[in-house]
């Protein structure tokens, strides 16, 4: 009796096993009833509503994206643009769902374009609606549309990739080295004395549609300005983020330019108070190998190293100030989070200054501090081209 209690608990388990893997799950959605969506875009509506865009894969035959379609070859989009209009982000959402036989996904969604517009009114129901979204990915890259509506960038077309956005969101990361996501802008927004980022993505003409410009800067999730390709660099320094770039500088007295590849970088904020008044410390560290040297420096000899060295510091120091003053007088927004520093390591004091911060930062004093050291390498000697009597061993 045992024997055969077993045996038939064996078989229906087999049969249950077999019925999972050969059957579907009632409740799940095809793939051919699904539509990806691979961008979306914000924007004011005519009547002050939001207008919702978005950019859907269009899938081919054979699996051939942007194959030759059609009679006499004509070429085929990889996409679509389709847009409705909303009381609010979700509504708008809803409406543009009504003109697809297919079920939209927002879960392979890259990249989200914010309209000027948009923008400069604020993010906050924007955010809200994508933050509560169980579909969007929180790694989504978010980008500002500088000067244009955000159905503007969707538009465009981008010759180098099946799908224009793909091309955006790495030219964001090869080209600016910033990618700002949904969910850095929710950290930003929700934390104290700082203030989010999104990348400036301006569209061009011809053959390059589109190009990423350099960051735009929120104060109070409302678009304050726009800082150019290089206070973002500045930037990257200040956040430690400027890694696996290259850098030039002349060296005083000396004819040509030094190229340096950074290999390491870091940074480190320090918040201080004299008095009632507040300050803050930056220190910039990195190091790096030549890369390129037109001067007439040796640079194999210590010496020439140290004025290469100098003249890094100094440019960095230089760079990384000018960023810092135009954060303070063009746009007036913490994106460095200045404050977060005060909040984190001397709480005591950022309850003092925190109701005054606004007023504080555009005219807080910032010292800033660069080390960095050359690595020497093959490439670290005199240019080629250079006769011997012409080359500076000191």
């Known amino acids: 009796m045992g024997e055969n209690k077993d045996k038939k608990l064996f078989f229906l388990t087999i049969i249950t096993v077999f019925m999972l893997l050969f059957s579907g799950c009632w409740d799940r959605t095809e793939v051919n009833d699904i539509?990806?969506?691979?961008?979306?875009?914000?924007?004011?509506?005519?009547?002050?509503?939001?207008?919702y865009s978005v950019q859907i894969l269009v899938p081919s035959a054979g699996g051939q994206g942007g194959g030759q379609g059609g009679s006499g070859g004509q070429q085929k989009k990889n996409f679509i643009v389709e847009t409705a209009i909303g009381m609010d982000p979700g509504d708008a959402e809803n409406n543009i769902q009504k003109k697809f036989p297919r079920r939209l996904f927002r879960g392979h969604r890259r990249v989200i374009i914010l309209g000027e517009e948009l923008a400069t009114q604020g993010l906050d129901k924007m955010l809200d609606s994508i933050g509560r979204d169980p579909q969007n990915r929180l790694r989504t890259s978010v980008v500002v549309a500088k000067g244009k509506k955000g159905i503007d960038l969707l538009q465009?077309?981008?010759?180098?990739?099946?799908?224009?956005?793909?091309?955006?969101r790495e030219m964001m990361i090869i080209g600016v080295g910033v990618n700002a996501t949904i969910h850095d802008l929710l950290i930003a927004a929700s934390s104290e004395g700082a203030q989010p980022i999104a990348v400036a993505i301006e569209k061009g003409e011809g053959e390059q549609s589109f190009k990423p410009t350099g960051i735009a800067a929120f104060k109070d999730l409302k678009l304050a300005g726009y800082l150019d390709s290089e206070d973002t660099e500045g930037y990257l320094w200040i956040k430690g983020k400027f890694k696996n770039?290259?850098?030039?500088t002349t060296v005083p007295e000396n004819e040509g330019v030094i190229r340096i590849n950074v290999n390491n970088q870091s940074s480190k904020i320090t918040p201080g108070m004299r008095g009632n008044k507040a300050y803050v410390n930056v220190l910039i560290k990195g190091d790096g190998s030549i890369y390129g040297n037109s001067t007439r420096l040796d640079l194999t000899v210590p010496e020439n190293i140290e004025l290469a060295q100098t003249a890094i510091k100094a440019r960095i120091k230089k760079q990384v100030e000018n960023t810092i003053k135009s954060a303070q007088k063009q746009v007036g927004a913490d994106i460095f989070g200045f404050g977060s520093a005060f909040y984190q390591f001397r709480p005591s004091d950022w309850k003092k200054i925190k109701d005054k911060w606004p007023q504080t930062f555009p005219d807080l004093k910032v010292n800033v501090i660069t080390e960095f050291k050359i690595k020497t390498s093959g490439m670290s000697g005199p240019p080629l081209y250079l006769k011997e009597n012409e080359v500076k061993k000191k």
């Open 35 to 51: 539509g990806l969506i691979t961008a979306s875009a914000y924007d004011v509506a005519p009547d002050g509503g939001i207008q």
């Open 156 to 168: 465009a077309e981008y010759p180098l990739e099946r799908i224009p956005t793909e091309a955006m």
């Open 245 to 248: 770039g290259i850098i030039a």
